[in-house]
């Protein structure tokens, strides 16, 4: 017989030796009840829920987490190893058992602290504690108060005032100029000053009294 004529055989040979595990399981996944796993989640000290806990069951593609209150629901099925793990936690699992009289489990879970534990480190950039005092000595300290009289200085205090944004009052007077002006605008032009005789006698009367004289 050819090769090319035993192909086929193989073929069917190979895929049924690959399915053949897969059917057992599936098999023995329809033999068991469904059993509907549900409970509240505590902390250490059971006295505050614990929310978003992932709890699944590994390989076979199930899972929820717990609520807001620390409560969770999910079907499993019998023989089930049901993990809890949630992050500063320590991991947990419940198995179900393989015969189980009802279709429902309740549990009351607690959740210990997984509490890690670091070496200590010392920070010390100073080999000695006779070389530490010496830098300390040897640092020059700048006075608080001369950065705040420089902050306070007149031209400081000009330069901030002059980058800060107009305030409500500033705003409002200058709104009530552009509607005075449009107001004006509506009966004729706008009044040229250097032609305003009122003002020319101003003018004449402040240099009689000398208000433009340098002191």
Known sequence: ????????????????????????????????????????????????????????????GRGTSSGRFGY??????EGDSVVFTFIGLKKQTFKVPEKVENDRISLILTMEVDEIALAEIEVMPYPTEEEFKRAIVAMNVVDPMAISRANMSPEMLLRWAESMPASGGENFRYFQQGQMLQNQDLYGPRPLRILDPFAWSQFIRSIKRGDLKSK
């Open 1 to 60: 017989m050819k090769i090319t004529q035993l192909l086929p055989f193989v073929l069917i040979l190979v895929v049924g030796i690959l399915l053949a595990p897969s059917r057992s399981f599936a098999q023995d996944d329809r033999d068991k009840k469904v059993i509907q796993l549900s409970g509240i989640i505590l902390n250490a000290d059971s006295t505050d829920a614990v929310p978003g806990v992932n709890i699944y069951v590994p390989k076979k």
């Open 72 to 77: 969770f629901s999910m079907p499993v099925l």
